[in-house]
């Protein structure tokens, strides 16, 4: 399988604990963003990386958060002090490497985080 | 900012029977415009998009959207609709490298 992935796909961890989530993109694809979608809501943007660069992020995107791309491949997000208010589905998309801005995103399955 | 608005959470239709999903957009300068779908528990799919030219755009599984400018609307259309269509529907429109997402349509198709 070619597409993005993710790893792991679902997590369920008490209040206050740090998690680590990972994606793959596409192996040709240098561009790589993380959203995060709610029960019942559209999936909101949180950070885009551009090879190993993270160019922007969100106000989403709380101190808790971080989110790196260390060699332009994989790259990781850590939540740390989880709250109840993190409970939601991380999707990682990537795009390819051309000067369009206008791709079309390809997205992985996601990560589901249940905060106990 | 840019946004995008999808009218209706549901969308009910039987087998055969045309389909239409609704999303209309704010936007400064032009639009980029993405529709994508999403069946339970799995990610998002690019159905199709709209950069530039002719109004009706054309995607996969057999889809099709019209942007009409006058509107500020991008609706999703199928002829025929089928059962296995039955899934979550999202709107998108691109500002800088991100995509904002409408809340989403719930289609549901009856055998």
């Known amino acids: 399988d070619t597409g993005v992935s993710q790893d792991p796909r679902h997590k369920i961890t008490k209040r206050g604990q740090n998690v680590t989530f990972r994606c793959d993109p596409i192996?040709?694809?240098?561009?790589l963003y993380w959203y995060r979608q709610t029960l019942g809501q559209g999936p909101e943007f949180l950070t885009y990386?551009?090879?190993?660069?993270?160019?922007?992020k969100s106000r989403l995107l709380s101190d808790r958060f971080s989110a790196e791309r260390p060699k332009g491949s994989f790259s990781t997000l850590e939540i740390q002090r989880t709250e109840q208010g993190d409970s939601a589905m991380y999707l990682c998309?990537?795009?390819?490497?051309?000067?369009?801005?206008?791709?079309?995103?390809?997205f992985g399955p996601g990560t589901r985080l249940t905060v106990l | 900012a840019q946004s995008v608005a999808q009218p209706e959470d549901q969308v009910n239709v039987a087998e055969g029977n045309p389909l239409t999903v609704k999303c209309t957009y704010s936007v400064s300068g032009n639009p980029y415009l993405f529709w994508y779908v999403q069946y339970p528990n799995r990610g998002l799919q690019f159905l199709l998009k709209?950069?530039?030219?002719?109004?009706l755009v054309k995607g996969s599984y057999g889809f099709e959207a019209e942007f009409n400018k006058s509107q500020t609307s991008f609706h999703l259309k199928k002829p025929s609709a089928l059962v296995s269509d039955s899934a979550l529907y999202f709107c998108a429109v691109r500002g800088g490298w991100k995509l904002s997402f409408g809340a989403g349509t719930t289609v549901t198709v009856r055998a």
């Open positions: 192996s040709e694809h240098n561009r």
């Open positions: 998309a990537s795009s390819p490497r051309t000067v369009s801005s206008y791709n079309e995103q390809f």
């Open positions: 709209y950069i530039t030219g002719d109004n």
């Open positions: 990386f551009q090879n190993e660069a993270q160019l922007e």
